[in-house]
């Protein structure tokens, strides 16, 4: 079974990705908002929410547009661990 994260964890997790001061990221920025968000970054994320978060259909939820988005639905899954 994959260790989980919580939604602490993760964020700091893609601010790590995204190469932003931890505690900055925003629910709206998006891949328009924040320029080292590249297509390599969507592949690292996609692979942390499959070894870390547990979704073995990780590419299912490629469809967001912010930080917000993709927080929403991974909350509504029940990816995240209990913090």
Known sequence: M???MTKRQFRAMLEDLLAVERGTLRDEDSRQSIAGWTSLVDVQITIVMASELG???A???LEYATVGDLMAI???TGA???A
Do not use: G, I, P, S
């Open 80 to 82: 995240f661990a209990a």
């Open 59 to 61: 590419a299912e939820t």
């Open 55 to 57: 979704l073995e259909d």
């Open 74 to 76: 991974l909350d509504a």
């Open 2 to 4: 994959a260790v989980q």
